[in-house]
C-alpha cells in the first residue's frame, strides 16, 4: 500500500447546538486521561463522507461530549459539551483494501489519526478524529480514535451505533452522559467489596522503569495478530470444558490458550498473574446506555503446569463471583480519598506491570462491531489499531466479516518474532484442522497467523 495517503478533505462536523454540559471525569476516567484508544473498521465498498458527515453531526448531538473538550478545575478533570467538533479528513490512497488491512498494527500505517491525549487533557484538543481512506479497489477504511477519559469501548460502539442509524435512516440508540461519576458509583456500589484497589503508587525507582517502558516500547515491541477459526475454537472449548469439569466460553478459553501458548513459547514457567477487565454496568445494574470509564477487573494467577484449561476455568469463576469476589471501585475511591486526587497520576493499575510480565487481556468480541452498517454495507474487518505498544496487553475481537475471532498482542520484538514462526504456529493453532475453510479476507493478509 502507498504510504502517502493524499489528503482530499477536511472538516469539522459538529452537532449545531451545544448544550454545555459539563461532566466531572471519575476516578477510572481521570486514570486513563494520558491514553487514546484507535480503531479501523475496513469496508469493501465505497463510503460517501458527506453522508458519513451528516450521521457523525446526528450522532454528536445524541452523544454530545465526544464534541466536546476536557478542562482542568482545580484537582478535577472535566468535559465539557461545548460542540468543538471532530475533524473528519478524507484521504486516498494507491494500495488495495487488502494491503490496508495488513498494516493495521504498524506503527505510521496512517489510517488513523490518533488523538493526542495528553494535549487534550490540558485543553483545546479533539477528543475523536474520525479519517476516511478510500483505496484504490473501491473500497473504505474507516479510523477512529477518542480519548479514553471520555469512555470505555462500550460508550464508543454505542457512539457508532448511533452514527450507524443515523447514517441508515433508522431510530437512534439513547445514550446517558453521567453529570459526575464518581457521586453516581457512591449511590450504586455496596458499602463493601473487596478491598483491594484496582491501582497503586510505585517506589521511585518502580516509577523510572516504567516511564522508560513506555518510551522504549515503540522500538522494543511489535504486535503479532492471530485469527481462529470457529471450528478451531469449538474444539478448545470442549477440551477446557471437559478437563474444567464445567462449560466454558469462548473468551474463557481464548484467554487462556492465548497466554498458555505465548508462556510455553516464552519458555516461561514461573507464576504470574493475569488480568482482564470487566464491564460493570450490568454486573452493577446500571444502563448500557451510560456513557464513561464503567470497567472493574479480575486478577488471576497463572501457573503453566496447571495448564490452560485450569486458567479458563478459574476465569469463568472469578467472572461470576465478580461482584462479591472482584469488585473494587469503592475501594478505589477510597484510596483516591485518602491519597488525594493531585497524586492521582502518581499511580498505575494493577494491570500494567511489564516487568513482572502481568498479561492484561481485553475481550472486544460481542460489541457488535460487525452489526453497524453504513450506507447498506457492514464491515469486512475490525480491529484495534496502533494503540499503546507496551508488551503483554492484549485484545480479542471477532474475526473476518464477524466469524473466527482475532487476537492482537503486543510482545517483545524476539518473542514476537518466535510467535510468527513455525514453532508459534504450531503452538497456538493446535487445535485447526487441515480441513478448516478459513474465510478469504484472512489468506489476504498475510501478516495475521
Known sequence: MSIWPQLRRSRTVRAGRAPGTVLRCGLMDTMLADLAVSVVLYFDRPLDDDRLAAGLARALDRVPVFAGRLRTDGDALEAVCDDSGVPLDLYTVDGTLAEAMGRVTAAGSELVDPVDALAARVGGAPLLTVRVTRTADGGTVLGCSWHHAIGDLHSFMLLLRIWSAAVEGEELPEAELVEDQDALLDRVLPAEDCGRPGFR???????????????????????????????????????????AGRRLSSGDVLCAHVLGAIRELDDDEAERWLTVPVNARRWLGLSPALVGNLLGDVHLPYRPKDGPAALAGALRAAVEEFPTAHLNLRSNLGFLASLGRARLRDCVPLGFDPQARRFSFSNWSRFGAYRVSFQGHRPVFFSPAANYPLPWVSWTVEGFGGEGYLSTVVLPARLAARVRGAEGRAALHRFRHEADALPASASAVPKVI
Not at 471450528?231 to 478448545?236: G, K, L, P
Open 201 to 243: 503508587v510505585p517506589a521511585a525507582a518502580e516509577a523510572q522503569l516504567l516511564a522508560r517502558e513506555v518510551a522504549a516500547g515503540p522500538r522494543a515491541n511489535r504486535t503479532v495478530q492471530i485469527y481462529f477459526g470457529d471450528a478451531e475454537v469449538d474444539r478448545m472449548r470442549a477440551e477446557f470444558s471437559a478437563a
